[in-house]
């Protein structure tokens, strides 16, 4: 039953979501390096994609992309409606920061602040601070209790989980994941995992590079990167969340 309503859900979301990324035949060279080729490729809002592929198949380079860290040489990539390919750098600054939530394989976590501070630390950037909203975001990933903590006395898996937290707080229109669980040990990784299936039921929109076929499988579309080209795109199996 939950399977069906799952189905259900979707396809209800289907007909009135649009894409809130739009990519469009977009090429990046460095040098004499083809990093990316002629890649045309849609997100819709709600959908969680996963992006595959061997090393040095162009899959860094399309996060960089989209994530606002980059620009590609040739083609356009519209994002919530903004054309961040034809950006400068502080716009791009700005898009990053208003609309992409970033969860990185190594945390990224400022050691000398405490899981709480680290949360914080995005809000400041953003607008203003908020401990009330910054402990919430903490309790949304099961860390209320850790508030305190340094990254030094925080699992692998807690570090990942406060990435979570700050990642959200600003509440982002994109998340990105890099390799989130690439850090992680198997229960450590369930737990992240877990994390996103229910960020995904709450409408969260996510794209997601991993290296790991049983982590893209969580995700709606599998889309394969082979030598800076898109290989194939897969609809994955309807997960019962």
Not at 114 to 132: G, P
Request: with cysteine; glycine share 8%.
């Amino acid at each position: 039953m939950a399977l069906v309503v799952y189905n259900l859900k979707v396809e209800m979301l289907r007909e009135v979501f649009v894409n809130i990324l739009e990519i469009q035949d977009i090429s990046k060279i460095y040098g004499t390096v083809n990093a990316l080729r002629n890649i045309t490729l849609s997100v819709q809002q709600g959908e969680w994609a996963a992006i595959m592929g061997p090393s040095g198949s162009g899959k860094t380079t399309m996060m960089n992309i989209i994530g606002c860290m980059d620009k590609p040489t040739s083609g356009s990539v519209i994002l919530d409606g903004d054309d961040i390919s034809r950006l400068s750098s502080e716009e791009l600054t700005g898009i990053r920061r208003d609309k992409i939530g970033l969860v990185f394989q190594q945390f990224h976590l400022v050691p000398y602040l405490t899981a709480l501070e680290n949360v914080m630390v995005a809000q400041y950037y953003h607008s203003i601070i908020d401990k009330e909203e910054a402990l919430q975001s903490l309790e949304r990933v099961g860390l209320q209790d850790r508030a305190e903590h340094l990254p030094r006395q925080l699992s692998g898996g807690e570090q990942q989980r406060v990435c979570i937290a700050r990642a959200l707080i600003n509440h982002p229109k994109l998340i990105l994941a890099d390799e989130p669980t690439g850090n992680l040990d198997e229960a450590n990784e369930g737990i992240v995992m877990d994390l996103f299936r229910q960020l995904h039921c709450g409408g969260s929109t996510i794209v997601m590079v991993t290296h790991d076929p049983g982590v893209a499988a969580h995700a709606e579309r599998t889309v394969v990167l082979e030598h800076g080209r898109l290989a194939r795109i897969t609809s994955n199996p309807a997960k019962d969340f």
